[in-house]
């Protein structure tokens, strides 16, 4: 079955170090992956989108890379402030039987950022 | 500013009561989803639509029901309300898949507690 995977421990690091939070998936080849933010309480808020043909991907302190043969995605916080603390999700479109695609979202990783 | 707004923040109701949670989108979206969320387990599919008094069933859609007859609005209703059903309900919506910009907007969540 297809399955999205996420670190389930926080990821604890220092003020202005560089956090990397992975996403991997099996037995799936997406067309594309997207980032998300999540503040405790709150909706997710979209980050960003990578396609398939696209190795990496950068929008001012955040980048995020797409390795289709490793079934890998990650995703990188330069520079990380405390603001940068909440949960982050990777979600893929998964095809349903009659021509859907539902995007399905990874349990999400922790980010800790510590003054 | 685009909006998803859900009808309550916090809703508390009694073992069999039916329960209504109302979700509107104001950026014209043909894709509209609930989601509930719980701790350790993720953000998971109850019940999506694709168009106006059309639906498809998520991962977990035992208990519940949708209805749209509207395009901006999407409702989800649990027709007798149990105490596992206590959970956060996020409500989103999104252009099409075929769309290159097809981010999901999260509302703000509906924490429910079933007594």
């Known amino acids: 079955s297809q399955k999205i995977e996420q670190n389930s421990e926080a990821l604890n690091i220092q003020e202005g170090k560089t956090a990397t939070l992975t996403c991997n998936y099996t037995?799936?080849?997406?067309?594309?992956l997207q980032w998300y933010r999540q503040d405790p309480g709150r909706g997710p808020v979209f980050l960003l989108l990578?396609?398939?043909?696209?190795k990496e991907k950068r929008k001012e302190r955040l980048k995020v890379t797409f390795d289709t043969t490793l079934k890998q995605s990650l995703f990188h916080i330069t520079a990380s402030q405390p603001a940068d603390s909440a949960t982050y999700l990777c979600?893929?479109?998964?095809?349903?039987?009659?021509?859907?695609?539902?995007?399905?979202f990874g349990r999400g990783t922790s980010l800790i950022v510590h003054p | 500013d685009v909006k998803v707004t859900q009808s309550s923040r916090y809703l508390v109701k009694r073992t069999g009561e039916k329960v209504f949670l109302e979700c509107v989108q104001d950026?014209?979206?043909?894709?509209m989803f609930w989601y509930r969320q719980d701790p350790g387990l993720g953000l998971r599919l109850i019940y999506f639509?694709?168009?106006?008094?059309?639906?498809e069933k998520g991962d977990i859609p035992e208990g519940y029901s949708v209805s749209r007859e509207k395009k901006e609005r999407f409702s989800l209703i649990l027709e007798s309300a149990s105490t596992n059903q206590t959970s956060m309900y996020l409500c989103?919506?999104?252009?099409?898949?075929?769309?290159?910009?097809?981010?999901?907007?999260f509302g703000p969540g509906t924490r429910l507690t079933v007594l």
């Open positions: 990578i396609r398939e043909n696209e």
């Open positions: 979600a893929l479109p998964i095809y349903l039987s009659g021509g859907s695609y539902i995007p399905t």
């Open positions: 639509s694709y168009d106006v008094k059309m639906k």
């Open positions: 950026m014209d979206h043909e894709n």
């Open positions: 037995n799936y080849s997406p067309a594309y």
């Open positions: 989103a919506s999104s252009l099409p898949y075929s769309s290159p910009y097809n981010e999901q907007f």
